[in-house]
């Protein structure tokens, strides 16, 4: 990178709109209702999550209004616990943290400035846990535009999930009623019975937006 690796000047003034955005999504309108779910069969509900341990590398940019930073991040989780780091392409851990699941407090155990902004750590894991473990709860499920479509929904959160034939999915995620989250997976591979994602690609909504491009580095089981 000739400039600054980590987008770090442009990522703090970022990070200071992390409780904004939350704030943003909490405040949120009535969500989408207008799909008949019959809940028949939803086992494949389930699919797009991988079971077990695992341990995830991805390339990640972080794209903001003012710019973008780049990450090496790491994913490492059982059905007990998530962890999660960032790196500079240089190796230098420059944030780490660990939450048990499905839910619970996030334990920070490394954080550089500006990525111990606060909000960051706790949304970090959000976006997280939204993409590699399953809701709470027993979904509903249907069709929608020949693609099952899961609903799960708890109390102030809604999420669809859309599965296409190839295994990909896209995650919508409405809290308090609005859109808050928006995550789609393609160029998924098979991969112990499950489809990964080549790219995933995170879209948080609201006034203050941002994304998250993920390209896979490595896929690995860490339970056998």
Known sequence: MTTDILGMKSLRRALRLFPVIF?????AGPGPHDIALDGGD???????????????V???IFRFGQGEGSFLGIVALDDRELRCALTTVEGLTVFA???????GEVQVERALPPLDKPGFAAGLVADLRLLFTAPAGVPRCGWRDGKKLCRWENPGLLED???????????QAFTGGRLAR???ASACAAHDGYAIPGVISLRAS????????????SADRSDK
């Open 23 to 27: 704030l943003f999504a909490a405040c």
């Open 42 to 56: 939803c086992s494949s509900c389930q699919e797009i999550f991988p079971n077990g341990g695992w341990q995830f």
């Open 58 to 60: 991805h390339e990640i």
């Open 97 to 103: 943290a660990r939450a048990p699941l499905p839910a």
């Open 161 to 171: 999930i859309s599965i296409s034939q190839d295994g990909c999915w896209t995650i």
């Open 182 to 184: 928006t995550a789609r």
């Open 206 to 217: 609201g006034d203050a937006s941002y994304e998250l491009q993920m390209r896979l580095v």
